[in-house]
């Protein structure tokens, strides 16, 4: 009887033991990892592989110039293990699984898009393992209740209102928009938000429908919205819908004042497969390359910075790409999620999701990427987006004011103008 | 205004229908003669596309050219996977040939995207419209469209015409009765294919003239799709009955989307795609050889 009690006492000190080492975790690691099911491959593969490179360009500046994260008084360096997953669904939940049971990573970061970072959440949230979203803008994900998806990449909801203010402000006398997307849940979500705002802005939506996925031919829907004769064309959803949706917009003559598309026009492959009838053309982005976000702009707004800045970010993406080719918001967002996870990492002094959470839900930073600030549900509230427009072959920011680098071209050239080779240029 | 949309809409369906009608014959083909179903199509069609990318891009030549081109590198393709599996499939279980046309169709796009990336290109030809009133068309797709009629007539008078043609017709109506007459099957079998293939990888060059972006190693999946709507509604051993399926096809897809924009609430998108594969489970039901009855 007595040897059951001392064998109980030592088995009781253990479990203590092991509990307390484990749940801080500040004092067992000797490497950070963190762990991606990434688009490397499918239909997103474009978005994955800047994620990707944007991701290694931060891990590479926490490791080699912040010198580690600290946690638990020492500098431990970070690890980052990704597999393709294919831009698949199936193979997101199945990597998911494996990088936390088999590769024991720190924390997940999700896949890009929203539907593949909404799919992969119930495994992340079932083994309470952190999973950081800078790919998903959806707000849906953010209302499940899920407790560990935090965002770094804004809510779908916001994507136009930075156009709609601009249009609003240069142009009082463009009353009406059309609204044109993909059939997804995230495009979805963009034209509720716009619709919302154009309203609020006093103006008249006169043309709203959805396209499905994979489409091959605008043509119907196009001819429809030509009638509406809308001053204005917000739409898109993918790059692969926003390329023919310009291109077949030229082929129908469809002028208008202004056309901005979701994730598509941002991309330099836009262009490339456009030439210039991608003249003008504007697109809502998270980050640009000419942003002015920099150490003296956070102290200026009194927040903390961290990371590298906009041009060593380059640098560090280029080399982790091995090409030479400017990153764009998806390795940015990318990044800027792995320096708020060094943050909250440090701000918790500790590994354990639960603990690393709370402390993502008090931080508020400044990086290269802009601010950074989530709310309870996880979602994102401190970034602000910019508007890019095409103008003679490169991406010029127009909005805010304040993130400027040229004025806006408007109304943009009419089809007919840049077949004769007219640039966008205000 | 309703009037015009629909005017605009059908006349677009029609060219588009000519090309998507000339992308099924190639498949229409080849189960005709062979009884294979090439389930990897779509991927033909794809190759089709790089090669009008690539010729245009990195060498400055029109898509027009790159038509024969496509047609001979797409002999050259069918012959080589004739000879190496699927003549030692013809009298295989349906499942193997069905598998065996699956994994082509996959191994040509990894092959692409090993070479090209996956990245979604496209290329611009920047040739002048014509403006119908109802709707404009650019030039482009009108050559499209007068390049796939043209094609349909030269293998229809391929067929009808010359010797070769005229055994391929025996070999489709009785394999052994040809072979008793001295057909070479074996060759009838091999030309079929490689036509086949011909004709899809022109067909891709003649569907990026009408649509000139998208071009991504995976673009083939929904062409496969509906080209088999189409060989149903044309009679799946039909190449002509392909044709006029595919004109048939752009005209209910482009037309109907006027009309179903009229219903409340409803996106018209998603209602034509349900009244294609309606339109597919009808024709089975009660026309199985199509609207050509086979011819």
């Known amino acids: 009887m007595k040897k059951a009690g001392t064998l109980f006492k030592i088995t009781t000190l253990f479990t203590f033991l092991g509990l307390f080492v484990f749940s801080s975790g500040a004092h067992a690691a000797s490497k950070i990892v963190i762990g991606h099911p990434a688009c490397l491959s499918g239909k997103y593969a474009k978005a994955g592989e800047q994620?990707?490179?944007?991701?290694?360009?931060?891990?590479?500046?926490v490791n080699k110039v912040y010198g580690g994260v600290s946690l638990g008084g020492k500098k431990i360096p970070l690890v980052y293990k990704y597999y393709d997953c294919e831009s698949k669904k199936e193979a997101v939940t199945s990597l998911i699984a494996r990088l936390i049971s088999s590769d024991r990573v720190n924390v997940v970061?999700?896949?890009?898009?929203?539907?593949?970072?909404?799919?992969?959440?119930?495994?992340?949230?079932?083994?309470?393992?952190?999973?950081?979203?800078?790919?998903?803008?959806?707000?849906?994900?953010?209302?499940?209740?899920?407790?560990y998806v935090v965002q770094t990449i804004g809510p779908a909801t916001r994507y136009h209102e930075g156009t709609l203010d601009m249009i609003k402000k240069i142009d009082p006398s463009a009353k009406k928009v059309a609204l044109a997307y993909e059939d997804s849940e995230f495009a979805k979500m963009v034209m509720f938000g716009a619709e919302v705002h154009a309203k609020k802005l006093g103006l008249n939506v006169v043309f709203k429908r959805t396209y499905p996925k994979g489409v091959?031919?605008?043509?119907?829907?196009?001819?429809?919205?030509?009638?509406?004769?809308?001053?204005?064309?917000?739409?898109g959803g993918h790059f692969e819908d926003g390329q023919l949706f310009s291109r077949q917009m030229a082929d129908l003559d469809i002028d208008v004042k202004a056309l901005s598309l979701i994730a598509a026009a941002t991309l330099p492959a836009f262009y490339e497969a456009l030439g210039s009838l991608a003249e003008g053309v504007m697109g809502p982005s998270h980050w640009e390359y000419g942003v002015k976000y920099s150490e003296a702009e956070a102290k200026k707004v009194g927040l903390p910075w961290i990371g590298p800045s906009q041009d060593e970010f380059v640098a560090l993406f280029k080399k982790a790409v091995g090409k030479n080719i400017i990153p764009d918001y998806h390795a940015a967002e990318a990044g800027a999620q792995v320096l708020a996870y060094v943050?909250?990492?440090?701000?918790?002094?500790?590994?354990?999701?639960?603990?690393?959470?709370?402390?993502?839900?008090?931080?508020k930073f400044m990086s290269f990427y802009g601010g950074w600030d989530v709310d309870d549900t996880g979602m994102q509230v401190g970034h602000s987006m910019v508007d890019v427009q095409w103008q003679a072959a490169k991406r010029v920011i127009v909005w805010p004011e304040e993130a400027q680098t040229g004025k806006l071209c408007y109304p943009m050239p009419t089809f007919k103008e840049k077949a004769k080779g007219k640039l966008a240029v205000p | 205004m309703l009037l015009e949309q629909l005017a605009g809409n059908l006349f677009q369906g029609l060219v588009l229908g000519a090309v998507y009608g000339m992308a099924t014959m190639g498949l229409s083909l080849i189960f005709g003669v062979l009884r294979i179903v090439n389930v990897g199509h779509g991927a033909f069609i794809m190759v089709g596309a790089f090669v009008t990318l690539w010729l245009f891009t990195a060498l400055g030549i029109s898509p027009l050219v790159a038509v024969p081109v496509a047609f001979v590198v797409g002999l050259g393709l069918g012959f080589i996977f004739y000879y190496t599996a699927i003549k030692k499939l013809i009298k295989a279980p349906e499942l193997a040939s069905l598998l065996a046309t699956f994994s082509i169709g996959i191994l040509l796009e990894e092959v692409i995207k090993l070479i090209f990336g996956s990245e979604f290109r496209g290329y611009n030809w920047a040739l002048p419209k014509i403006d119908l009133g109802v709707t404009v068309l650019p030039l482009s797709?009108?050559?499209?469209?007068?390049g796939s009629i043209i094609i349909a007539l030269i293998l229809y008078l391929w067929f009808n015409k010359t010797r070769a043609g005229t055994a391929m017709r025996s070999v489709v109506e009785d394999t052994e009765g040809a072979k008793v007459?001295?057909?070479?099957?074996?060759?009838?079998?091999?030309?079929?294919?490689?036509?086949?293939?011909?004709?899809?990888?022109?067909?891709?060059?003649?569907?990026?003239?009408?649509?000139?972006?998208?071009?991504?190693?995976?673009?083939?999946g929904s062409y496969t799709l509906k080209a088999f709507v189409i060989a149903v509604l044309g009679g799946l051993t039909s190449p002509?009955?392909?044709?006029?399926?595919?004109?048939?096809?752009?005209?209910?897809?482009?037309?109907?989307?006027?009309?179903?924009?009229?219903?409340?609430?409803?996106?018209?998108?998603?209602?034509?795609?349900?009244?294609?594969?309606?339109?597919?489970l009808v024709i089975l039901l009660i026309r199985p050889t199509g609207i050509l009855k086979g011819k």
């Open chain 1, 216 to 235: 091959t031919d605008l043509t119907p829907l196009l001819s429809a919205m030509k009638a509406a004769r809308p001053d204005f064309v917000l739409g």
């Open chain 1, 109 to 147: 970061f999700a896949p890009y898009s929203s539907g593949l970072t909404l799919r992969g959440a119930p495994v992340a949230e079932s083994r309470k393992m952190l999973y950081m979203d800078h790919g998903g803008a959806n707000n849906k994900i953010f209302r499940q209740g899920f407790r």
């Open chain 2, 240 to 280: 002509y009955g392909a044709f006029f399926g595919g004109l048939v096809f752009g005209l209910i897809e482009n037309g109907s989307y006027t009309l179903f924009a009229l219903i409340p609430g409803v996106e018209p998108f998603a209602l034509t795609r349900f009244l294609s594969f309606l339109m597919l």
């Open chain 2, 181 to 220: 007459c001295g057909v070479n099957v074996d060759r009838v079998y091999a030309n079929s294919f490689a036509i086949g293939i011909g004709l899809t990888l022109a067909s891709g060059v003649l569907l990026t003239m009408f649509i000139p972006v998208g071009i991504n190693p995976y673009m083939g």
């Open chain 1, 51 to 61: 994620a990707v490179g944007g991701i290694k360009a931060c891990v590479n500046w």
């Open chain 2, 141 to 146: 797709k009108l050559y499209a469209c007068i």
């Open chain 1, 343 to 363: 943050l909250a990492v440090e701000k918790s002094n500790s590994l354990n999701s639960d603990k690393v959470r709370v402390a993502l839900g008090d931080l």
